[in-house]
């Protein structure tokens, strides 16, 4: 079963503006992850944020996490028609070890 | 991190075929997943693939119906047995190193 939902669904922006997608999820986690997937390829993992973070950064990438309001944000800075993908957010449930991964955003970056 | 590798990479299967994936990690990883990916949809987990027992399967998952092997610590291969059109997807083999999951590339199944 899926344990997050994500909106927006779909999200067109033009290069060089920020893109923002949010991660809602169900139960306790020990951490949350953000994937990205290019069209017809398998996932590559961006970032990690524990439970007990409220914030992560890499590079262009912001992740914040609210585990009061089980939800999550993927922020990227500076858009580029190269971050032009479906995005996913996963987590993994405490006490477990299988990783669930939301519906997922497709982004389009217009250059 | 894990490398994977997963093949066939794509396939065009008739229905009521069955197919075998493989999947191989470039290390030894505990914990290995077979996750598929209906066309649009996101990641649906198989099972769990257990190193020298039964693979754990996710409810709406049968044995009979995606067998899956994993006899040492780097490899596993899932079946999709007598195939429907309804089994086009994109299986993906997962490894997991710490907190993080690694994919391989995914195997393209089309059933016709």
């Known amino acids: 079963s899926q344990q997050g939902e994500e909106d927006p669904q779909a999200l067109s922006i033009q290069e060089g503006e920020n893109a923002t997608m949010n991660c809602s999820y169900k139960t306790s986690i020990n951490n949350l992850q953000w994937y990205r997937q290019n069209s017809g390829r398998g996932l590559v993992h961006l970032i990690l944020i524990r439970s007990n973070e409220r914030e992560k950064h890499s590079g262009r990438l912001r992740v914040t996490l609210d585990t009061s309001k089980k939800s999550s944000s993927l922020l990227i800075t500076a858009s580029r028609a190269a971050d032009t993908a479906s995005y996913f957010c996963?987590?993994?449930?405490?006490?477990?070890?299988?990783?669930?991964f939301g519906a997922g955003t497709r982004l389009f970056v217009k250059a | 991190s894990a490398v994977i590798s997963q093949k066939p990479s794509r396939d065009i299967c008739q229905r009521g075929t069955s197919l075998t994936i493989q999947c191989q990690v470039d290390s030894q990883v505990t914990m290995m997943f077979w996750y598929r990916q209906q066309p649009g949809q996101s990641l649906t987990l198989i099972a769990t693939?257990?190193?020298?027992?039964?693979?754990?399967?996710e409810s709406g998952f049968v044995i009979d119906k995606f067998p899956i092997s994993r006899p040492n610590l780097t490899f596993s291969t899932l079946t999709v047995s007598n195939m429907s059109p309804e089994d086009s997807s994109i299986y993906l083999c997962?490894?997991?190193?710490?907190?993080?999951?690694?994919f391989g590339e995914g195997s393209w199944l089309t059933v016709v």
């Open positions: 693939a257990n190193q020298g027992s039964e693979a754990t399967y």
């Open positions: 997962s490894a997991k190193e710490g907190n993080t999951i690694y």
């Open positions: 996963a987590t993994d449930e405490t006490g477990g070890f299988k990783t669930i």
